[in-house]
């Protein structure tokens, strides 16, 4: 008997395969550039390559100032990778403690978190340079990586996923036991909102990776450039030398495939965080 298959699955099937298509052409294309030389840029058709030169691209693009493009990658991996993970640990702890210790305020301090959701990043930019100029770390790499551990939706979903997924009846069971608060919090509720922890951590690393305004605001020492801020400053330069196409569009593709492996082997451990709890040892 032949499946007879609804209209309604080709509608969402059609929607879905032109919504890949949207996303994912970009990708193809960046990465098909980057094997171009310039004038292939501009003068061929952009997803096809019809001399490929990977190699030699990818050699200017890490020769160029000494490795510069290099020291950018590592920047940016260093800023996003020490924010993100400093981030998930204070939500963690914030999200936990909003959630399973009543207090005077809680629910206002938890809105006022909320609050801090629905302001742009980029609005925050000017203050924090005025506040950071105070203090005189402005141009430095804690300029852009403090800004980075903050991040009021990793508290609110941690603190939804606590309530909802940390019985109150288990955190007396451990107390009764003689464990400490301390003890609690990381050796049973951690590896319990693990999922929540692992979206918190690729949320804020994505979001730092990505982040162009602030270090543009804060940052003077091309040394201390995210891969974002540099490739910007040589897209800057295409128009008094054409060589540096190449070199922001091959580095474009590098820093897109680092960010997808990155995330493609983050996403075990979310897998992971998922299925921990569903076994009954």
């Known amino acids: ?16 395969g032109a919504a ?9 294309w ?6 171009k030389s310039s004038a292939d840029l501009f003068g061929t058709f952009g997803l096809w390559s019809p001399e490929p030169q990977l190699g030699t691209n990818l050699g200017r693009l890490f020769g160029t100032g ?3 493009f290099g020291r950018w990658i590592v920047n940016s991996f260093l800023y996003a990778g020490i924010g993100a993970l400093a981030a998930t640990l204070l939500s963690a702890g914030a999200g936990y403690a909003m959630a399973k210790y009543p207090f005077r305020g809680r629910e206002a301090l938890f809105n006022l978190v909320l609050a801090g959701v629905l302001v742009p990043s980029t ?5 924090t340079y005025l506040i950071f100029s105070e203090v005189g770390i402005t141009g430095t790499f804690w300029s852009v990586l403090l800004p980075g551990i903050v991040s009021p939706f990793g508290v609110y979903l941690a603190r939804i996923h606590a309530t909802a997924a940390i019985p109150d009846a288990l955190l007396e069971s451990a107390r009764l036991d003689g464990a400490g608060e301390y003890r609690i919090f990381f ?26 305004f602030l270090p543009l605001v804060m940052l003077s020492d091309q040394r201390l450039y995210p891969v974002t801020l540099g490739l910007a400053q040589w897209n800057s330069q295409t128009f008094r030398d054409p060589a540096f196409y190449e070199l922001t569009v091959t580095g474009a593709a590098v820093s897109a495939l680092l960010l997808v492996l990155t995330m493609a082997s983050l996403q075990r451990f979310w897998r992971a965080g998922l299925t921990a709890g569903s076994v009954k040892g």
């Open 187 to 212: 050796g049973i509720a951690m590896k319990i909102m693990s999922p929540a922890l692992v979206t918190i951590f690729l949320f804020q690393f994505i979001g730092v990776w990505n982040n162009y």
């Open 20 to 28: 890949a298509v949207y996303f994912l052409l970009p990708v193809v």
């Open 30 to 35: 960046v990465l098909v550039a980057a094997t």
């Open 1 to 16: 008997m032949v499946r007879r298959i609804r209209p309604a699955t080709v509608v969402v099937m059609a929607l879905l």
């Open 123 to 127: 609005v925050l930019a000017l203050p």
């Open 66 to 68: 000494d490795g510069l």
